[in-house]
């Protein structure tokens, strides 16, 4: 039963996550005095990729093709692992919060190898600058994450968010640096603005973007699928870890339906507050990434610090 | 890694990562070996790698058990810049896998063929082979270990196999656990449901087509992105920490100098410890062989003097 409920969960999640990439869409059109496209537009780009043959390279390799199948099998693992509705599921033992980076450090390092497989200048770049800005981002995720870890006492997310709701609404110093910290490093992580910008295709100022140049068709569909459940999977990290409450603790249609309800306005008002920063801010240079996230790692260290001069007890 | 590198060596007679490219199309097995041994050394689940940074992090968390305040806060700050080692460790074998990766740049490299001697593949792939035994089954190594390290420090990590074989839980199964065949499974079933979707429909072939070039056409292999390029972010981002010295030397021609005619570019990086730390050492050894050095006259009756008054000591140290 509770493996059943696990796999819906998951299931949930990554049909969902074209939804909240509508939604984050719809806003920032509202922002920007445009007129949005329908909620459900990126479902419909994702069916008529899916549609498509891919066309591939001359010079690809059998590591081009078999990305976009580890890219997406990492972000569905770990949108399993993930609590989202409910607390106590089985999947979360599988893997704790220090795998979950594992995760998504093995999707990027195929994509950036993928990247490079071409041959072409623009994947080399891609490559080289989504390295450079991942290899500052996951310190910061990690010290973050454990500063939470430390607190709870453990590193399995779901007994985290048990002791978060434990524990009850404590104004902890080391929580709000640690959760600046893990918002930094989502906006770096997804390649939204001010780091990387999701719309551009001008090739010298994209990330992401660039790596991903030489992909169409079905391959396409399933990497930005994939980069669709990343973002959902910071936004859900984010506000269940710090914010738990709402979730279901018993696996009853009512407790669930609220946990639904709970995540969804959760969601509403973090891409609420993305859209905002992403319409007051620029994209900056690449070579600023790095005062932007030696201040995220500062700030996780300065939680992590904090927690253990200020929050242990002996 | 080393023999992978080895191999590469034999096979291309090149030394230099800017000069290859492209070797997964001429030795598609070594690749695939040597692609192993790249994830393992980054520390990407679920290889050997991941298991034990991921230990190692798990230990860190346990500090708050520690009396002494220093402590406490020491080593959570050394895993995080273990935590940053290992992203940068990541960034270095991407870069070291370019190698295999995009188009081959000398001629050597173009001509290459995998190893004829199945020696010089069975060497690297048994060690790839055990980075995934050690990296999907941890849980009995460490179950043989606990045999060591309770010899050695007298304790071991009773509750590492608590759930059984399947899952390594090193303090307590609800502090921390970590199934990696679970894991490995669940990438196999996620990828293969994938392939089983989206693959297996008509029409649906994959269709191979020239690369992106702006238009321009006449893509080579010299446009790519070298190592150089590649690892160029990193050195911009950590320069206070190495020696780098860049020069970029421009002919032009041409009226105010519009045409570029020559461009030579050199770059070098050396380590900032090393003048410091290491350079003192190797001044100091080189004076002392010099000063010890004047006994070598070169002249056989001087080494015959030398030895008569040895002797001549000895045997009245003997005496």
């Not at chain 2, 041994?37 to 980054?42: R, T």
């Not at chain 2, 020069?247 to 100098?257: A, L, N, R, V, W």
Request: hydrophobic share 50%; glycine share 8%.
């Amino acid at each position: 039963m509770a493996w059943l409920l696990a796999l819906l969960q998951t299931l949930l999640f990554i049909g969902s996550a074209p939804l909240l990439a509508g939604w984050l869409k719809r806003l920032k059109c509202r922002l920007q005095n445009r007129r949005a496209p329908s909620l459900f537009q990126p479902y419909r780009d994702l069916r008529k990729l899916w549609r498509k043959g891919p066309v591939v390279a001359h010079p690809a390799s059998w590591i081009f093709k078999a990305t976009p199948y580890v890219v997406l099998a990492s972000a569905v693992l770990t949108a399993a692992i993930v609590p989202m509705i409910a607390v106590n599921l089985p999947t979360a033992k599988i893997a704790d919060v220090v795998v979950l980076i594992g995760f998504f450090a093995l999707g990027r390092f195929f994509l950036v190898l993928a990247g490079m497989d071409i041959g072409t200048a623009f994947g080399g770049m891609g490559s080289s600058r989504e390295m450079t800005v991942s290899s500052l981002a996951e310190p910061a995720m990690l010290m973050a994450v454990f500063t939470l870890a430390m607190s709870a006492s453990t590193t399995n997310l779901s007994e985290a968010m048990n002791y978060v709701l434990n524990t009850g609404l404590v104004l902890r110093p080391s929580f709000v640096f640690a959760l600046l910290g893990l918002m930094l490093v989502a906006v770096a992580e997804t390649g939204r603005i001010p780091v990387d910008n999701p719309a551009t295709h001008l090739e010298l100022t994209m990330i992401h973007e660039e790596m991903i140049l030489e992909y169409s068709g079905r391959y396409l569909g399933m990497i930005e699928w994939a980069s669709q459940i990343k973002l959902m999977l910071y936004g859900v990290l984010i506000t269940n870890t710090f914010f738990p409450w709402g979730i279901a603790r018993e696996f009853s249609l009512q407790a669930l339906g609220f946990g639904v309800l709970a995540l969804t306005l959760k969601l509403v008002v973090l891409t609420v507050l993305l859209s905002l920063s992403e319409a007051l801010f620029a994209k900056m240079r690449l070579f600023r990434v790095r005062e932007f996230l030696s201040f995220a790692y500062l700030l996780s260290l300065l939680g992590m610090l904090s927690h253990i001069i200020l929050e242990v007890h002996h | 890694m080393f023999l992978g590198a080895g191999a590469i060596l034999h096979q291309t007679h090149e030394q230099s990562l800017e000069n290859m490219g492209g070797l997964i199309h001429c030795m598609p097995k070594l690749a695939a070996i040597f692609l192993i041994g790249c994830l393992s050394i980054s520390g990407l689940p679920p290889f050997n790698g991941f298991v034990s940074e991921w230990l190692i992090f798990q230990t860190a968390l346990q500090t708050g058990a520690l009396e002494s305040g220093v402590i406490r806060s020491l080593i959570p700050t050394a895993s995080a810049v273990l935590a940053l080692t290992s992203a940068l460790a990541a960034a270095c074998f991407v870069k070291v896998y370019g190698a295999f990766l995009g188009l081959p740049r000398s001629r050597h490299v173009a001509t290459g063929h995998e190893p004829a001697h199945l020696g010089m593949l069975a060497g690297p792939a048994w060690l790839a082979g055990l980075c995934v035994l050690l990296g999907v089954f941890p849980t009995p190594i460490i179950e043989g270990l606990n045999v060591v390290t309770g010899q050695l420090v007298g304790d071991t990590l009773p509750g590492a196999a608590a759930l059984g074989w399947l899952w390594l839980t090193p303090v307590a199964p609800e502090v921390a656990s970590y199934s990696a065949p679970l894991v490995l499974l669940g990438i196999f079933l996620t990828g293969w449901v994938c392939y089983q979707l989206l693959y297996r429909r008509a029409g649906l072939e994959v269709r191979r087509a020239e690369p992106w070039d702006c238009g321009f056409g006449g893509l080579n292999a010299r446009m790519q992105y070298t190592s150089t390029a590649f690892s160029m972010p990193f050195r911009r981002i950590f320069e206070p920490v190495f020696d780098a010295q860049e020069t970029i030397e421009e002919q032009k021609e041409g009226p105010s100098g519009f045409q570029t005619t020559r461009l030579q570019y050199q770059l070098r990086v050396s380590d900032r410890a090393w003048p410091y730390l290491y350079a003192p050492v190797a001044r100091a050894v080189t004076w002392l062989s010099r000063r010890v050095g004047r006994l070598q006259t070169g002249n056989i009756r001087t080494y015959i003097a030398y030895s008569f008054f040895t002797l001549l000591i000895l045997l009245w140290g003997i005496s």
